[in-house]
């Protein structure tokens, strides 16, 4: 298997804090709420993969409280080292590759993890082989399918869809990430033989500058000299495509974050 490594890993600290802070505060909301509904409690051992930013694997210690655990795990921690809960344990962690306790944790969550591995079911097997019986998986993955929408409803955003469309191609034929991940999820959690199974997703629509747009707009200047190397899009289109991403008279739709979860049987 290729090295995995995430695509914004050597981008300068502060400009991927800013996006990752971005991303907290826009997708956090929806997270907590179906953690909430999961009935994640004090005294629960739960496991953050991918924690990034840490701000979920800081929610989670708060809600579990002394008498509970999380472990929160990325390939890259430099954004995590600050946490300083007793109860919330830091590890540099690849999960393809390391190991993990078996049957320890009531919670095992990640999000937008899976879509950047290339053995995501490897991935999600020694997830789901951490949970102890009963215990709650929660996975979380976007699907960019919704882009595919901006010209139905605004023509001349046609040349903006058309780089999108050779960008998606491109990154899912060269493994660096699969755009339309999360509508998978379902099938995957069903596969582990898991009880109690839920899938949905959501979107909404967004102007030019507001918090969502600048997630996408930082993404893709990380992706920026690939594109252009790539030919996924020369100068102009990627300064147009800029340009429309501050535009607040432009109206997009966000890409469809999709969550599923299950429980781990018992016996």
């Known amino acids: 298997m290729s090295e995995e490594k995430y695509f914004a890993s050597d981008h300068e600290s502060d400009f991927e804090r800013t996006r990752l802070a971005l991303s907290e505060s826009a997708y956090d909301p929806d997270t907590i709420r179906q953690l909430e509904a999961l009935g994640v409690s004090e005294g629960w051992r ?4 991918g924690a990034g930013g840490g701000s979920i694997a800081q929610w989670l210690a708060k809600k579990v409280g002394p008498s509970g655990t999380v472990v929160a795990i990325d390939m890259n921690v430099r ?3 600050h946490l300083a809960i007793p109860h919330l344990e830091v590890r540099e962690h690849n999960i393809l590759n390391d190991p993990l306790e078996a049957g320890s944790y009531d919670l095992v969550h990640s999000r937008r ?8 079911e490897k991935a999600l097997k020694k997830m789901a082989d951490a949970l102890r019986p009963g215990g709650w998986l929660f996975i979380e993955d976007q699907d960019f399918a919704s882009t595919f929408c901006i010209a139905l409803t605004d023509p001349s955003l046609e040349a903006n869809l058309a780089v999108a469309q050779r960008l998606f191609t491109h990154l899912r034929n060269q493994g660096i990430f699969d755009p339309y991940f999360g509508r998978r999820e379902r099938s995957l959690v069903e596969a582990l033989g898991f009880l109690d199974i839920g899938h949905e997703g959501w979107t909404r629509i967004f102007r030019g500058g507001e918090p969502i747009a600048r997630i996408t707009l930082m993404t893709a200047q990380a992706l920026r000299p690939m594109m252009l190397s790539a030919g996924v899009c020369n100068e102009e289109e990627f300064e147009d495509l800029e340009r429309r991403f501050l535009d607040p008279s432009v109206t997009r739709m966000d890409y469809i974050m999709f969550g599923a979860w299950g429980r781990k049987p018992n016996g």
């Open 46 to 49: 739960c496991l953050e993969v």
């Open 113 to 120: 993890m899976l879509m950047h591995l290339r053995e995501p």
């Open 79 to 81: 954004f995590l080292r």
